[in-house]
């Protein structure tokens, strides 16, 4: 099936890539090189520089192709240097604006220049698919249509200002969980309508680099995958760029040039612990000339494209552009803010209400700017809630943290070890970097959930509780680590077990000074090691002094994270630690319970009907504690509208069952087809807890006057729809007027209740109001024939839904 779907598809050859893309120039560049020269372009290799990137190549000065730096990544530039902390992705998709996605682009482009960078690793345009998957917040929300929107818009950002944009991971690279070897099993039509559009705006849009992805799509890993590289990206799409693998996602030297990749990264680009180079000289040694010559010359075309083949304008300095970056931050942080709710106008607060707020919780004073993994920056800047609050409106709020994010050390009274009294080798008491293993017993004092924490510094360390590996900490990816380290630094791996009292477990700890990768060197000073635990007493004591904080106030703000990050997918929805059971008590002893949300994607809330007012800022970059106290303030309207459905129970996934995530047997079977997101809720009838599209105003806003019109135009048929938004408030505010297409009387295909066509974001002044028109052409009108392997008409009149989220839909009418 999947050869026959191949070989049709590329016989179609819809739109096939001229043979000539290649200029004079890269044709006579090529014609030059050496063979060496030429292969020391194919695969990453390390850098004399070293400033902390993900990639480099070396170039060929004597022919003016310049070194390449390659960094990370989605939420800024990723180098050892700080750079702007922009919005996560998800906050950029929020705001269904193309125009800050473009500044969004610019601020990446112009700071990986300053930061000697050449090539950016991002955008990544994956379609959040599992509710839980680890990388949602890289990436652009559910829909393909605001995602397509989105991509390009950024895409031509970046290249504007002379960096490549790499568009990633192409394709079907939709969770953590065995993310290296899981193969996707995907139909044809769910992969045309769903997961690759947004890849074909990015090219369209001229992205001069794609990243394959680390899975299989149908028995195929990505980096080595005709169909993915040759059918759908060369020969329809006409790409003439490159495509990189991710990192060691390189599978073979034959299969994968011959498929289309071009550049093995990172090569021997990350010390000598990576595994051997598929693109090196010796594996290339017996690959035909032409298809050396030919990913050289792809790399040349997009150098050239962006000018990277002219000599070079000088770059700017950071300090001249972080200014205007962290305004663009701080403004898309705003614009991404989606107002969950709100009742009574609970926000914003009044200049008397801001005389009496308890702020709770830790995010409010450690934010959680970004997510974990090669998204996160060393930001150049960041500041907490409590300061923000403090210099914007001159309120001392008062500060309770009510939960321990440390823990306290565990006492020798519950600890026995061999060798050593106790495990807290923190400070000037670390130990010489060397391995370390102690065994004995744990024994908690009395019933109840512990949250156990194992933290290092300058290494890595491994708990195991009868005999079960329980805690990894100091790891790349994949361990039990939170984002946030101790207050003292240590990287803080946490765990919760239910203990009896007076019943000893056996406890094994090991630790090892170094990197996580074999072979690392150790970082300077001493292996620090503490085994620290939160007891259920510690628990109800920090709550209890939230719930005493929250009633003496008039209104109580909590602040509330999850951890998003590459490498691991989460295990529920539910807020990490005890952030649930504190808002929970927080919000029975305080009516006027607000709770600011820092998280990557969706989570559950079941103590949602007891809140006055929910604000998700998501991960909002070094400028989100700023943004956050003018939303709440008043000064500035949140401004964005959810791009993922936020389900009320994980249950209610389209991937809830096994065999679509994490799958079975090393697959995972997209069954749901192209019922994805709101797409499931809707053909489900499940409820959300929050539609897609949704999010509030501190304004209101009506809609009326829907037209549709039939165009004939040389291009084919239009449907032109047309809709007046109207302000109705007091104040100024951003409407986001969606509108939907809906299933004819009888579809060819299944069909969705709703897909997005359109969106406009809209500025009105009270009392203004505002005609938007929409033009929707062929393709916003046909589905992917599987039979015919071909996009095709759907036949019979259509409804158009016009409204404020995929389930607030006022408006109704019909395309001819
Ligand atoms: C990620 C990519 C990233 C690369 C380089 C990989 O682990 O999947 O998104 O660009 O590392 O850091």
Redesign the pocket.
């Known amino acids: 099936m999947k050869n026959r779907f191949y070989l049709t598809a590329a016989l179609l050859g819809v739109l096939c890539a001229s043979a000539h893309a290649q200029s004079e120039r890269v044709q006579r560049l090529v014609g030059q090189l050496t063979q060496d020269e030429k292969i020391s372009l194919l695969s990453g290799s390390r850098d004399p520089k070293n400033l902390g990137q993900?990639?480099y190549l070396p170039g060929v000065p004597r022919l003016g192709i310049p070194e390449l730096r390659l960094t990370?990544?989605p939420a800024g530039v990723?180098v050892a240097h700080p750079a702007t902390a922009l919005p996560a992705p998800v906050a950029l998709a929020a705001s269904f604006s193309p125009t800050l996605a473009r500044r969004y682009g610019q601020v990446l482009g112009r700071e990986g220049r300053a930061l000697e960078q050449d090539i950016l690793?991002?955008p990544?345009t994956n379609i959040v698919r599992v509710p839980q998957a680890g990388r949602n917040f890289e990436t652009f929300g559910e829909d393909p249509l605001l995602a397509s929107k989105i991509v390009e818009e950024e895409i031509r950002g970046i290249q504007s200002e002379g960096l490549i944009a790499t568009i990633?991971?192409f394709a079907a690279n939709n969770f953590e969980r065995d993310r290296n070897t899981i193969d996707a099993i995907v139909d044809e039509r769910t992969l045309r309508e769903i997961y690759l559009p947004a890849f074909q705006a990015a090219i369209q849009a001229g992205a001069g680099s794609v990243?394959g992805s680390?899975n299989r799509l149908n028995g195929t890993f990505a980096c080595e995958n005709p169909f993915l590289l040759d059918t759908v990206l060369r020969q329809e799409w006409g790409f003439t760029g490159f495509v990189m693998s991710?990192?060691f996602a390189t599978h073979s030297t034959g299969p994968a040039l011959t498929a289309g990749l071009d550049m093995e990264?990172?090569g021997s680009g990350m010390g000598n612990f990576g595994p051997p180079s598929f693109f090196g000289a010796k594996a290339l040694a017996s690959v035909p000339a032409e298809q050396i010559d030919r990913a050289v010359a792809r790399i040349l075309t997009s150098l050239e494209a962006v000018g990277l083949l002219d000599k070079q304008k000088p770059r700017p300095s950071l300090e001249s552009i972080a200014e205007g970056d962290a305004k663009a931050a701080r403004e898309i942080a705003i614009a991404g803010s989606v107002l969950l709710k709100n009742e009574k106008n609970c926000l914003p607060l009044s200049k008397s209400d801001l005389q009496s707020v308890a702020v709770i919780g830790s995010a409010a004073k450690t934010p959680m700017i970004g997510g974990g993994?090669?998204?996160s920056v060393v930001p150049l800047r960041s500041e907490n809630f409590l300061t923000a609050l403090a210099r914007r409106t001159g309120s001392a709020a008062s500060y309770v943290s009510g939960t321990d994010l440390d823990g306290q050390p565990v006492p020798a009274s519950a600890l026995k070890l061999d060798g050593t009294e106790s495990l807290n080798f923190v400070g000037d008491k670390g130990l010489k970097p060397e391995k370390y293993t102690w065994s004995g017993t744990l024994t908690a004092p009395s019933d109840g959930t512990y949250a156990l924490k194992l933290q290092v510094k300058r290494g890595t360390a491994r708990l195991t509780l009868d005999g079960k590996p329980l805690i990894a900490t100091g790891m790349f990816f994949g361990g039990n680590d939170s984002l946030l380290p101790t207050n003292d630094g240590l990287k803080n791996g946490s765990v919760a077990v239910t203990l009896k009292a007076g019943e000893a477990h056996q406890v094994t700890i090991t630790a090892s000074a170094g990197g996580p990768f074999p072979g690392m060197p150790a970082p300077d000073g001493l292996l620090e090691v503490r085994l620290a635990w939160v007891t259920p007493e510690r628990r109800a004591e920090k709550i209890n002094e939230a719930v005493s904080a929250a009633k003496k106030a008039r209104t109580a703000l909590v602040f509330a994270y999850d951890e998003g990050t590459?490498g691991s997918d989460r295990e529920s929805l539910g807020l990490p630690g005890d952030q649930d059971a504190l808002i929970a008590a927080v919000a029975a002893a305080n009516p006027r319970t607000v709770v600011v949300l820092s998280t990557g994607s969706c989570v559950t809330m079941p103590w949602l009907s007891k809140v006055a007012a929910a604000l998700e800022t998501w991960f909002p970059g070094q400028e989100g504690a700023d943004a956050t106290a003018a939303m709440l303030s008043g000064e500035a309207e949140p401004g964005g509208r959810l791009p993922v459905t936020f389900p009320q129970r994980l249950e209610d996934a389209p991937t809830a069952p096994e065999a679509r995530y994490p799958g079975v047997g090393g697959k995972a079977v997209y069954s749901e087809g192209i019922f994805v997101g709101y797409r499931h809720y809707d053909q489900e009838k499940v409820r959300p807890l929050f539609p897609f599209g949704h999010g509030l105003s501190y304004t209101r806003f009506t809609l009326s006057g829907l037209k549709t019109e039939t165009l004939a135009t040389k291009a084919g048929r239009k449907t032109r729809i047309s809709f007046i938004v109207k302000n109705v408030g007091k104040r100024a505010g951003v409407a986001i007027p969606q509108v939907y297409l809906g299933a004819p009387d009888t579809p060819p295909v299944p069909m969705a209740t709703n897909a997005l066509v359109g969106f406009e974001r809209v500025s009105l002044e009270p009392g203004e109001s505002r005609t938007v028109t929409l033009t929707l052409g062929d393709s916003a009108l046909s589905y992917w024939s599987a039979e015919k392997h071909a996009w095709a008409a759907v036949p019979g009149s259509r409804p158009i839904r016009v409204g404020f989220s995929s389930r607030d839909l006022p408006l109704t009418g019909r395309t001819q």
């Open positions: 993900a990639g990370d990544g990723r690793l991002s990544m990633k991971h990243m680390y991710d990192w990264m990172p993994g090669s998204a590459e």
